[in-house]
Every structure is written in C-alpha cells, then in structure tokens.
C-alpha cells in the first residue's frame, strides 16, 4: 500500500476556514471581522508610501539578488535593534544583543524556539489563556510541554493578573514565559506599566525566560510607548529573547519580514549565541530572502522614508482608535443597554467583544458579520462604510 495510507487530514486552520466561508457567502453587506490584518477606510489591505518609494529606490539600483548571510541584511538587523532597544540604548551600543532576521514575527518566535529547545529541553513553555492559536503549535512542533498562565478574565472583562502572576510565581525555574509585548492578540488587553514590573519582577525572582512577542509595534499607543516592556525586561538585567515582526507595521504580510533579538550577558555571550541562531537558520532554510528585509532596512535607515513610515504608522493607529470609539457610541444610539466602553480600552488590531459564541454564530449565518466564535473581532477590518451595518447587527444579537 502507498507510504502515505494511513496519513489523517490534519484540522484546518479555523481562521482560514472562517474566510472560506465569508468568500462563498452571497449577502452583499457582508464583513469579514475574523481576519487579522489591517484594512483601510476603503476596507483595502494598504500598500504604504513609504514601502513604494523604498521599492522604487530598490528597483533603480537594479541590486543582484546573491545570498544574504545567514543571519540576514547587517543594516536590518541593526535597524531591527535601534527600533526593538533603542539606537544609543546600553544593550544595543555594548553589542550584546544577537539579532537575525527572520521569516515574519512566526519565524523569529520558531528560531528562537529552537535554539531554547536545545539549550534546555525539559523547559516547558508557558503561553497566555488565551493566545495567539499558533504559539501553541509552534512551541508544540518544537519540542516543548506548552501549558498557559491565566490571562483574560471574561467576567471583570479584563486581565486576571492575580491568577497571571501566581502561574508564574510557582512556575520551575528554566520555565519559557511567552509574553504579548503590546496589543495581546486576541484579547487587545496589555498590561499596565506597573503590571509590567511585577511581570518582570516575578520572571526574575523565578529565574524564568521571558520571550517577548512583538508583532504589533507601533499599534498600540506609539513606537516607543509599546517598547515598554522590552525597556522594562532590559532595565532588570536579564536576558531574554524577543521576536519582532513587520507584517502589520509596514503593512508587508507576504514579505516574510521579522526578526529575533536575543539579549546577553555581553558582547561575547551575544557572539556565540549569534552562532547557535545561525546554525539553527542554515539547517531550516540556509538563508532569508532579500526583498523584504531590504524594503525594511530602507526604510528605517532613510531619515525621509522612516518619517514618513511613522506618519502612516500613526495614521493605521489612529483609525483602529477611532473604530473602536465609534463602534461603542454606535451601540449606545442604537438603543443597546450593555457597556461595551471596555473596547475602547483595548489596544492594537482585536477586541475581545465579549459577544458569545452563540451570538457570534447569529452574527455570521443570519447577517455575513463574520468574526470569531471567541467573540474576537477585528477592529481594523472594521471603516466607516461598514459599521452602522455592523452595529445595527451586533444591536440585534444582543437585544
Ligand atoms: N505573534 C502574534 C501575537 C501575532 O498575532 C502574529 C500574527 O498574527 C504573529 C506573531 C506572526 O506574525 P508574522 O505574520 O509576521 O509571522
């Protein structure tokens, strides 16, 4: 019989399911609220300015496409660390913070999986209740035991930060804390600054490895206001990993563009974990492709162009906090009685609605509102041409 006989269909991505079936579906006002990428006024994926002139930069030097080393474009992966530490930032002027690029936020949070797995193998990693649904699998396929650390608390409809910390008060030493830097997907909850310390108190105390998630940069409240808790981690003295992604911040989903710092004890320790990053690189994919890390490296090291990324940055903030501001006074003239003001203090690309899994259905199969059963939607795919339909429908699920 074939090799593969006794292959099961694995279970398909719920999400990517999700679009299936907003595709397929004939009601013309349908909106698709489930997905997790950025959407313009125009409900359009934007291509932004800063990236066409930095590509139209690209396309005159008519550069070779040779091999980028291992570990990526140099100029990026500076770059990567000027913007995740600070450019005249102790770790990044002593030069013992290891960075590669890698292949999107996914990639950097994989190397970086990896490398721990062969440092200390009988770790397990701790993930937030609930998370990104792809850190579990991907610490999974790496080899780790993944529990959670509570997080959402669905009643108060905010953090439950005593059961947060308490998970990590009684973790193992050795023991992978995955944290949302900003923007916590799916919830759009992040920790207060004073939270923050008592995270990065506990991760210390506990001699526990933070691994910061930051795919989000710049769409919370600001570039250097959502590196809090990378400047928090640093500021305590220990090491810790974190994985940078500009698929949302420069609107470059397909390019693959991300990174993975690993901050050391010095330059020294940096250069040998540089090493064991690379090895882990070369044995994947040998190398990263050059046009995206090259977009972003441009960008970033162009004083205009990187000026002009932080407008249009801001401009992305910016309408996502006027969704939800509208989003809730919609509700409110539409005669709803619940408060839904908690989602304007969410931050980033999701809110958890705390609409119900039923609701949630209704939404989709009596009114093409698609998001997920969670009750996550998201606030980016939501513009001023779509929500009176949508808050007409979500007043009718809860009325
Ligand atoms: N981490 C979180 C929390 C995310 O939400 C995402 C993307 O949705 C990623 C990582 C992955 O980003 P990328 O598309 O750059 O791999």
Known sequence: ??????????????????TEQYV?????KKVNLGVGVYYDDNGKLPLLECV??????MMAAHAARGYLPI?????????????????????????????????????????????LRKLNPSAKVLISDPSWENHRALFTQAGFTVETYPYYDAAKKGINFDGMLTALNTAPAGTVIVLHACCHNPTGYDLTAAQWDQVVAAVKARKLVAFLD??????GQGIAEDGLAVQKFVASGEDFFVS?????SLSLYGERVGALSVLCADKDEAARVLSQLKIVIRTNYSNPPTHGGQIAATILNTPELRALWERELA??????????????????????????????????????????????VRLRNEFGVYGIESGRICVAALNTKNIDYVTESIAKVVA
């Open 52 to 57: 066409q002139k930095a590509e139209e930069k």
């Open 71 to 115: 570990d990526g474009i140099a100029a990026y992966d500076a770059a990567v660390k000027s913007l995740v530490f600070g450019a005249d930032s102790e770790p990044v002027k002593s030069g013992r913070v290891a960075t590669v690029q890698a292949l999107g936020g996914t990639g950097g949070l994989r190397v970086g999986a990896d490398f």
């Open 244 to 248: 940078t992604s500009f698929s949302k």
């Open 315 to 360: 401009g992305m903030r910016t309408r996502i906090k006027e969704m939800r501001t509208a989003l809730v006074e919609k509700l409110k003239a539409k005669g709803v009685q619940r408060d839904f003001s908690f989602i304007t203090q969410q931050v980033g690309m999701f809110s958890y609605s705390g609409l119900t899994k039923d609701q949630m």
């Open 214 to 219: 930051m795919a989000y940069q710049g769409f």
């Open 1 to 18: 019989s074939s090799l593969f006989h006794a292959v099961e269909m694995a279970p398909r991505d719920p999400i990517l399911g999700l």
């Open 24 to 28: 397929a579906d004939t009601n013309p």
